[in-house]
């Protein structure tokens, strides 16, 4: 499957942003999807994840309460709407399938390109 993640750009601490990743290729109700994020200088960390009919969802704690994860089946996408934007939050993010539902990066066998988010104080 093919993973394309756009919707990444600059916002002040506190805005919002919608990143969106459209996948291609294979059937997208079979992958569990995910978000991971990779900041300069650090290991990519999890973000989030959402199984395959979007029932389930799990966030690290970091993003807990201000980022939320969807999909969209029968558009091929899903997202990650990111709200309460910190500094922190500055990182270069990526999609991910995988046929397990899990937050091991090392589970996930199709990654995107990646999207900036930059988040100025």
């Known amino acids: 499957v093919q993973l394309q993640a756009s919707g990444g750009g600059v916002m002040q601490a506190g805005g919002s942003l919608r990143l969106s990743c459209a996948a291609s290729?294979?059937?997208?109700?079979?992958?569990?999807m995910g978000w991971f994020r990779q900041a300069p200088g650090k290991e990519r960390e999890f973000v989030a994840v959402i199984n395959w009919s979007g029932s389930t969802t799990y966030f690290a704690d970091s993003v807990k309460g201000r980022f939320t994860i969807s999909r969209d089946n029968a558009k091929n996408t899903i997202y990650l709407q990111m709200n309460s934007l910190k500094s922190d939050d500055t990182a270069i993010y990526y999609c991910?399938?995988?046929?397990?539902?899990?937050?091991?990066?090392?589970?996930?066998?199709?990654w995107g390109q990646g999207t900036q988010v930059t988040v100025s104080s």
């Open positions: 290729g294979r059937t997208f109700s079979n992958y569990v």
């Open positions: 991910a399938a995988s046929g397990v539902y899990s937050a091991r990066d090392a589970d996930y066998d199709y």
